[in-house]
């Protein structure tokens, strides 16, 4: 497969009054044309800052370093806000974790879809309805010509999420980034809607950059898994090969999920040890 991203140790770090605390550190990977990539690990570990790194949307405050960051062919790091604006929601778009704190809640969901695609097509503008009915149509949405009218507050939070899908992915992006996209919704939902986006991505040929805290959904749903602790990559494996999972880390993150095979009264609680911050190939 064709490379499509390319992360060569990517530092981030945020100055503050209290000192300098560094957000992630020297995380690298490689991301190909098509390819679905699962980034998993607790929260605060550095799975968020890589992404918005990606899009180059750190907070305030954050400084952004990294031997290369190329994005099919562009150097994001020397790319202007210009060329990035050209980017964003265009070749790269970020479905957030809940669509009610992602959608404007004064405008109709349709006309938030339309002003996605006239935004990055101003030759085509005309076709902007149109094209929003088709993605209603392509999550799934019955009656897309209701659905349209409708505004955020009106919207379950499972179609709150497909009308994100179809606003990020109305424009046929290259690389998908999905921060927590199913956290907020049951399992029955979780399953439609990551259902639809493997629909979509494979009829566009996407790329996806998954980001999850649950083992099991990004196993099953990825071809690769990168797990990050402390702001570092500690284990990449193919998600086939989760269970042989070698890094401590990783191996006390599968000890303390639920199995209905070996139940348990009391789940363990990882215990941090200094090994757990070492990558795989330094492990005593």
């Not at 562009?74 to 265009?90: F, K």
């Not at 778009?93 to 704190?101: A, C, E, N, V, W």
């Not at 927590?180 to 979780?190: H, K, M």
């Not at 609680?269 to 090994?275: A, F, I, L, N, S």
Request: charged share 25%.
């Amino acid at each position: 497969m064709t490379e499509l991203l390319d992360v060569q140790e990517l530092h981030i770090h945020f100055s503050g009054a209290r000192g300098i605390s560094h957000a992630v550190r020297g995380v690298s990977f490689q991301l190909a044309r098509g390819e679905k990539l699962g980034i998993v690990g607790e929260s605060g570990s550095g799975k968020s800052q890589t992404a918005r790194a990606l899009l180059k949307i750190t907070a305030r405050g954050g400084t952004v370093s990294a031997r290369r960051l190329d994005f099919a062919g562009t150097d994001l790091l020397a790319a202007s806000e210009r060329q990035m604006q050209q980017i964003r929601g265009r070749r790269i778009s970020m479905i957030l974790q809940d669509p009610k704190f992602s959608l404007n809640p004064l405008m109709r969901v349709g006309e938030q879809i339309a002003e996605t695609w006239r935004l990055h097509h101003p030759r085509a503008r005309g076709e902007a309805r149109q094209r929003s009915l088709a993605m209603l149509e392509a999550v799934h949405i019955r009656d897309p010509e209701r659905v349209y009218r409708l505004y955020p507050h009106e919207v379950s939070g499972g179609m709150g999420q497909r009308i994100m899908i179809a606003m990020m992915l109305i424009t046929e992006p290259e690389l998908i980034i999905a921060d927590e996209p199913t956290s907020a919704l049951d399992v029955t939902v979780r399953r439609q809607i990551l259902g639809i986006l493997d629909e979509l991505l494979q009829r566009q040929g996407s790329s996806l950059l998954l980001i999850s805290h649950d083992l099991d959904l990004v196993a099953g749903f990825c071809d690769r898994i990168l797990v990050m602790y402390a702001g570092r990559v500690v284990e990449q494996l193919p998600a086939s090969q989760l269970q042989q999972a070698r890094h401590p880390y990783t191996r006390a993150l599968l000890a303390s999920r639920p199995s209905l095979e070996y139940p348990q009264e009391l789940l363990p609680v990882p215990q941090r040890t200094p090994e757990w911050l070492l990558p795989l190939e330094e492990q005593p």
